[in-house]
């Protein structure tokens, strides 16, 4: 099979190429550029840089492998980075990752693929498919290493996506696939792995959305549960549902946000108890498993990529929209973060939360 690796520059793509090309695929590496990097731009971050795509370029050269970069500047500041600052702007906390895999990865890099007369498209993820026995569905599934399992920035990929998908690590483990690209002679076997958004080099994404937004960003009030305020703050994308340190008020007791109102530029906080919620909503449903259920069903939901799944009921509602009913409370449930439904290791669905 002829097969194109989005190669990154890291050990997860490198070895995902390493696996296909020693399983007798013709493969070929592609690489995104993501941003001019003439001027070598300080607002990006360490990954997605000229020495990624250097890294990525040795990687198919070790493996004998053709390698090309893609420009796709322009659509990753359209489907990411404005994304991300126009969700920040609205009180919303984003997920570029999953816009960054939906909008680019499984849409354009997947068309060049067919234009490049291959038949699928492989990534570094760590993550599953397999096929439903009964309707011949394609499942997305948790990879066998939980700790590195990524597939909950998959849920929103289509049957049509999955059906050209390939994720060859994700049945393995970190420490595995990094031993095998010590045996191929890759020299990112130890390369560390990113930890940061590729496009913000500072950490500090509210000083990025304040270069970025359409409008600058207007102060507001601070706020307790009962109205009473408390200070100002210089921005509502400075804050997010959960967040403690940086709040800028003085209290004889430890505060949270719990919730953000960009329409009348409120900050609200409270007590940790004050974070509890027994139900969210979610908008742009994706149910990726099959159709809605016509009934509640029982799932363990994921609020967040980090957080423990919660044993909770799901129903359908009308326009792609869903209602998410947990056994027990969770904390911090954020608007603009994602809950996706499992049953098992497998993605029944997901959405926005609301």
Not at 249 to 276: P, Q
Request: with cysteine; charged share 20%; proline share 4%.
């Amino acid at each position: 099979m002829r097969i194109v690796v989005a190669m990154s520059g890291g050990v997860d793509s490198s070895v995902a190429a390493a696996l296909l090309t020693d399983a007798g695929h013709e493969v070929v590496g592609l690489s995104m550029q993501l941003y001019d990097q003439r001027e070598g731009d300080a607002q990006f971050g360490s990954c997605c840089t000229i020495d990624d795509l250097i890294d990525a370029r040795r990687a198919a050269a070790a493996l004998g492998i053709p390698h090309y970069v893609v420009n796709y500047e322009r659509a990753f500041n359209t489907h990411v980075v404005r994304n991300f600052v126009d969700e920040y702007v609205a009180g919303r906390t984003p997920i570029p990752c999953v816009h960054c895999n939906a909008d680019l990865k499984f849409s354009h890099l997947l068309d060049r693929a067919g234009a490049l007369g291959t038949e699928a498209l492989a990534t570094g993820h760590y993550a599953q498919i397999d096929r439903e026995p009964t309707t011949g569905r394609y499942r997305l599934r948790r990879a066998i290493d939980r700790n590195k399992d990524q597939s909950y920035f998959l849920f929103s990929l289509s049957q049509a996506q999955l059906a050209r998908a390939a994720f060859p690590v994700g049945a393995l483990g970190k420490t595995q696939v990094r031993s095998y690209a010590r045996r191929r002679g890759l020299d990112v076997a130890d390369k560390p792995d990113s930890q940061e958004l590729c496009f913000i080099s500072s950490g500090n994404h509210a000083t990025f959305v304040e270069n970025n937004a359409a409008t600058p960003p207007r102060a507001g009030n601070i706020q307790d549960s009962a109205g009473r305020i408390l200070g100002q703050h210089e921005g509502v994308h400075r804050f997010t549902v959960g967040q403690r340190k940086g709040l800028g008020v003085a209290s004889g007791r430890r505060m949270y946000v719990t919730a953000v109102d960009a329409t009348t530029r409120t900050v609200t906080v409270g007590t940790r108890n004050d974070l509890e919620r027994t139900e969210l909503t979610a908008s742009s449903v994706n149910w990726i498993a099959g159709e809605p259920p016509s009934t509640p069903r029982r799932i363990t939901a994921q609020i967040r990529h980090r957080h423990p799944e919660a044993p909770a009921t799901v129903s359908a509602l009308a326009n792609g929209r869903a209602i998410v009913h947990f056994d027990k409370a969770q904390l911090a449930v954020t608007p603009g973060q994602a809950v996706v439904f499992y049953d098992g290791d497998v993605i029944l669905g997901g959405g926005w939360i609301n």
